[in-house]
């Protein structure tokens, strides 16, 4: 055992290390910490070592002393043994006591945590020499309180252990002496000076504390316009006490636990637990701090058990075992008498009962201090009483409780009160000591009356005259804090880590989606209705999948604008016990884009049923079907027969494949060697159909309308048999244009949650984010390159277009839609602009071509009008029309057609093959999401902060 006390003389420190022999403290020179202040005596306190209380008593000098010493704030009346932090009061002098134990020795490692993975038995106790028998944890030597044999943990299985006390002494478990019992997470086992905390996995050894001591230093908070809200604070609070901080509305009390609780740091000024300087939020939960704010924390569609098991998920470490987790859960609800109502959902709950929740999702962590934001509030006065009876009997066990109210019914239940005007601490003490102080008669609501009605004294006058009326208190209030206990500082990171904490994110979003059926039903109605309207109003291929991804983006973004703003109390809550921006917010994105992915796959299939029912393409199914399964299966003639010398083999289906394997080459050698016999020639065989493969490819082709892109690509051209790779050709740009559409509409929903979520991490209520949804997607639908076509914008607004997340996600369609097309003859004509007329009509053009007329409709050329315009029409040039002539009697004869024109980027019947389109909207739409997510990461970090 060590021991050592910090000494505080006029702002000055000095620190030392105490021996087993007597400390003398007092003014003579003899003394063996002389301290020259006029108030003490030559002798005034002794510090000496006792070996049966295993620490050093305090000891006054003389009877003078004694008046004049205190220990806690309390008057010295005998020998006192010391505990570890306990404060010692002189005239002018303080002194902090501090002790230290010998650290655990487990199999002669000294070590903080011993783990429990494996172990059938274990024995702590004082450290004896003795021959090995079950692991044993060895204890000081010095601490008499410890027995050689103290307590055996058992552990039958997995995250189950039995604790059975075996000492002389005693062993506390969570304050209370015990026999045998099963440990729950979180459980504290007191052994004379050691405290271990089981942790599911381990027992590691934490402060003597179970309620953490917290202290300020000078607490300012100032706003940017200059105005303090909070003036120079410094307070203690004492472990295990129940603190109410008091005050008007606007006083400053809820900044003022925002700032002793890290939530909202104050702009100056120093906050420490146990010692600990806290100096971010993200120590919180390191520092086991508990935050319960006045909003509920829970969310309203799970049920109590749901609720409170994925807090505890959230909260301990990763490889606590299940059971141990269950355990802790049930203890919980049976602490915070929840045990008939844990199958309910939060919503049907009463508001004092959903406090109770609130309260248990922060006490799964076992804090060593808990804050409160107006816990009381909004509760009938039996409620009330409860809840306040129940932080009473926290506060009193093993946690410190602190909590704002400005009810003044139950302030009887306090220990310390804090009451806040203007800023400042105009009193700190006992609800006795408040009624003395303001010489109130019928409660202490009239506190309120007298603060607020005297208008003749500021509240720095309030302040000051309390502090002149309690001089002795003064000193105690600018003490420095203790220096850093190195097991509050070891306190391991509270929570599973990032990738275990996302899945749990998700299986608690999938949770509060699947209890609301009315809400799931709606969100698969949603696609089916709106695809329905869109295939029966929109006879346009371009048309309908423009609205497919308007539609998408307005899906991501209404899933995701009410996200964050919504549960806003419970990210806070959770940040305070060590929940990671980045964890929380990609949980988010992944689950949201999933159900808005499966959104926009319904809403795309169905209107393709539906546009293909009420709306059919031009394109036949028979026509198609005919024409590319003679291409994938042609008739074979004898010319074109290997035998009979033809030249190209003809072209098979994807399902044509000859397996070789070395018995049939050696049949083929060996029938090769010998030599063939005379027989009849027999005709070739009638070809069979298509196989499953491409029968299913040439379907799929037509329902998802790339039909004429398969056409297109494996043309041979006229009077050209197909060439024998036609069905890989197919199926290559089937694939190719499938994942176009939905890379497009993924990357659109991807894009609609990250605006989504970026506006909810921004706006301060949920009405805010609703009205945001439409002003964000009205520039979709101008800017999307379809109400107004890429040739028909301005300059301006087509590079403003380049950005807009509708116009490139619809591009990557555009690219789909023709992708394997040829450029149409139509498009060369010499018209203006290319398959458009000045004034919107079905103008028709006619020409004559091998000696045969043709006649076209300007907006019947392709089922993919617009998207051809868009992507090979250079806007800066329509109109520039090359044209053809020859002079016939002196006269410029023109021709209609043209191989190739200025505003058009391809010369008629080129294949279109160019994905550099797709790929640069697919970077764009990247872009919006990396830019969507920082965005969304700031709001965050100050919504964190209350802002």
Known sequence: MTGNITLCYKDELRAFSLDKKATVIGSSPSADLQIPAPGLEPAHATLSWEARASTWVLSAGTPNAQRTLRLNGQSLSTVAPLEDGDIIEMPDVLIRFGLTSAQPVFRGVTTAEIPLKGLRKLVMGRASGDAPGDPKVDLDAEDSRVSRVHLEIEQPESGVAFASDKSQTGTLLNGQRFDRRQLIVGDRLKLGSYTFEFTGTSLRQVSAFGGAKVESRHLTFTLPNGRNILNDVSLDVTPCSFVGILGGSGQGKSTLMNALCGVNPASAGEVYINGARLGDPRQMAASGIGYVPQDDIVHQELTVT???????????????????????????????????????????????????????????????????????????????????????RLAGTDCTVICTTHVLGRAYLFDQLLFVHGGHVIFNGTPDEAERYFKVERGLDEIYLKVGGDETRTAAQWRQ??????????????????????????????????????????????????????????????PVIIAV?????????????FLCIVATLWFGCSNG???????????????????GLNAYLQS???????????????????????????????????DFLKKATERVTPKVTASQAPEAGGGQAPAVSLDEFEIVTEETKDTANSASAAPAPAVAIEPPAAPQGPGFITTTLLRAAHFFEFGQNLLDTTDPGE????????????????????????????????????????????????????????????????????????????????????????????????????????TPRISNRTKYPVFLTPTGEQESVTWTEAGKEYTEKYDKVSDWNVSWQNLVVFPNRVGQHHHLFAMRRGVKVYDQSTEQRNDVRYEMGTLFRFADPAISSFLV???????????TIFGLIGKQKGK
Not at 477 to 493: H, M
Not at 802 to 809: G, L, R
């Open 306 to 392: 749901e609720a409170i098991t994925y807090s505890a998920q959230l909260k301990l470490p990763s490889g606590t075992p299940r059971k141990a987790v269950r355990d802790l859960v049930e203890e919980t609800i049976d602490r915070l008498g929840l045990a008939e109502h844990k199958e309910k959902r939060i919503s049907m709950l009463s508001g004092g009962q959903r406090k109770r929740v609130s309260i248990a999702t922060e006490l799964l962590a076992k804090p060593s201090v808990l804050f409160l934001d107006e816990p009381s509030s909004g509760l009938d006065p039996k409620t009330e009483f409860d809840l306040m009876s129940l932080l009473r």
């Open 465 to 526: 005259e309390f502090e002149g009326s309690r001089p002795e208190a003064k000193p105690l209030a600018y003490l420095p804090p203790a220096q850093d206990d190195p097991l509050q500082q070891s306190r391991p990171k509270l929570g599973p880590g990032w990738l275990p904490t996302l899945f749990i994110q998700l299986r608690r979003q999938w949770s509060i989606l699947k209890a609301d059926l009315l809400n799931l039903l709606f969100l698969l109605a949603q």
């Open 533 to 545: 309207l869109v295939g029966w109003v929109a006879d346009d291929a371009v048309l309908r999948m």
């Open 561 to 579: 604008a009410q996200q964050i703003v919504r549960e806003i109390s419970i990210f806070r809550r959770e940040r305070v016990c060590g929940l």
């Open 588 to 622: 988010k994105y992944a689950f949201l884009t999933f159900v808005t992915v499966l959104q926009a796959i319904v809403l795309f299939v169905v209107t393709l049923g539906v546009g293909h029912l009420l709306n059919p393409s031009d394109l036949k199914a028979e």
């Open 719 to 822: 009077g050209k048999p197909p060439g024998p790779d036609t069905g890989i050709k197919m199926l290559g740009i089937g694939i190719t244009v499938m994942l176009l559409k939905l890379f497009a509409l993924f990357a659109a929903a991807f894009v609609g949650v990250a605006i989504g979520l970026a506006i909810s991490a921004l706006v301060r209520n949920s009405t805010q984010a609703v009205m945001w949804v439409p002003l964000v997607l009205i520039p979709q639908i101008l800017f999307g390159g379809f109400v107004v076509t890429r040739p028909e914008m301005t300059a301006s607004v087509r590079i403003a277009s380049t950005i807009v997340p509708s116009y490139c996600a619809q591009r990557m369609m555009d690219v789909a839609g023709i992708y394997g097309q040829t």
């Open 925 to 935: 739409l990247g872009g919006w999401i990396v830019a969507c997510y920082s965005i």
